[in-house]
């Protein structure tokens, strides 16, 4: 993903929001560091876990009362936009931060979607070119916004064939379309997974239904990963807020997912995310419990390993945690949040014996909910922190991997 090879267009689009707004948004929030990009050694970098970041955190406020964030390119101009959604006068509501060579770019605008729940999922569903954004509705549909260049289109209804507790927005058949599955219940509040495929020829398949029994958990939660390296999505399924419901599905034909299995672990997986901390090709899970303050790395292999690395977190409390591989060395690292301090962690799970590593980076107010994304298109993941109880959300840029 290029995000540079949009600069040519980025006065239009400037243009495009002045001739709406009646002014050029503020670009105040870009800070006034030089355009070279961070390097280590540099004095305005610090350093977590050997990764080298921009010393200067941009903290924007935002007028909701936040509850969630997305990122995706909404608007089809190769910058990636910020969306954070939450209440807005007893109802569900959002602001819209346009992406720019910097990251995100205010004053927000009022994005216009709204659902059931405030927690959305971006994807590029509708084959546009352009990121959509999926709300889940309280009946069993969910309306797809689809992006745009001029704010997002009217939403076109997918109807299910159960309740929403999850989705997802991914290549689940890997044929290069993007596909919705969908975790919830069907009448008897059963869990279960319905998969809709878009087809060669843009339209997208009646959806399946395949009930998730036998299953000694009741899953909320999925997460798409693919942890026998078979080129198919399978399932990382959990419950957050219950001990020891953990587990995966496998795909096993294409939009079609074997029986459920259950990940042993006395652990509440309270904070979940997929990626490969061996380098195997394989994705694996990394899980936290904010109660018992221990977050694991589960390695896949052909068979899953019988008991996952742990490591105790001390006065870490883990409210959210995800995963990338932040220095290039094609083994993933993990970054925790703290509501309640404010820091992140960032932690290099000890596999190989050469020592564990889990080293803070201040950030303006405690963190509910933080995702690594490139938003200024130099191939590093940058940090983005929502402080949703201080109703702010912040960036910080990170150096390429050497
Ligand atoms: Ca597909
Ligand atoms: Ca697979
Ligand atoms: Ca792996
Ligand atoms: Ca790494």
Redesign the pocket.
């Known amino acids: 993903m290029s995000h540079g090879a949009a600069s040519p267009l980025r006065p239009s689009v400037w243009l495009a929001l002045g001739l709406l707004t009646g002014c050029a948004p503020d670009p105040v929030h870009l800070g006034d560091l030089p355009e070279a990009a961070i390097a280590c050694g540099r004095d305005d970098a610090v350093v977590a876990a050997d990764i080298c970041f921009e010393e200067s955190v941009r903290e924007f406020a935002v007028s909701i009362e936040p509850l969630h964030f997305v990122t995706g390119d909404f608007s089809g101009d190769a910058s990636i936009d910020v969306m954070t959604v939450g209440r807005r006068e007893g109802a569900i509501g959002a602001e819209l931060w346009l992406g720019s060579d910097r990251g995100p770019l205010g004053p927000p605008t009022d994005p216009m979607v709204t659902g059931c729940s405030a927690f959305p999922v971006p994807g590029p569903l509708l084959a546009s070119g352009r990121d959509d954004i999926l709300f889940a509705t309280c009946a069993p549909y969910v309306d797809v916004y689809p992006g745009g260049t001029d704010g997002f289109g009217a939403p076109v209804r997918i109807d299910l064939p159960l309740s929403l507790r999850s989705t997802i927005i991914d290549d689940i058949d890997s044929d290069g379309d993007t596909d919705l599955v969908v975790l919830g219940e069907d009448a008897s509040a059963v869990a279960a997974l319905s998969v809709v495929l878009r087809e060669a020829d843009g339209s997208l398949s009646t959806p399946t239904m395949q009930s998730l029994v036998p299953l000694s958990f009741d899953p909320v939660g999925a997460s798409p990963a693919d942890f026998d390296g078979d080129g198919l999505l399978d399932l990382a399924i959990r419950r957050g807020s219950v001990a020891g419901s953990l587990g995966f599905v496998r795909s096993i034909a294409p939009g079609v997912f074997g029986e459920p299995v259950r990940l042993t672990t006395e652990l509440r997986p309270w904070s979940l995310a997929v990626a ?9 899970i990394v899980y936290a419990d904010d109660q018992a303050l221990v977050a694991c790395v589960w ?2 292999d052909d068979v899953v390993t019988a008991q996952p690395v742990c490591r105790a977190l001390e006065e870490l409390v883990p409210q959210h945690l995800t995963a990338a591989d932040l220095d290039g060395d094609g083994m993933a690292e993990v970054v925790l949040a703290d509501a309640t301090n404010p820091q992140l962690w960032v932690w290099r799970p000890d596999l190989a014996g050469e020592g564990d590593v889990l080293e803070p980076l201040s950030v303006p107010a405690g963190t509910e909910l933080v995702e690594l994304v490139d938003l200024n298109g130099d191939a590093a993941f940058d940090i983005i922190a929502g402080h949703f109880a201080a109703r702010t959300f912040s960036i910080r840029l990170a150096a390429p991997p050497k």
């Open positions: 490969d901390f061996d380098g195997d090709g394989d994705d694996d390695i896949f």
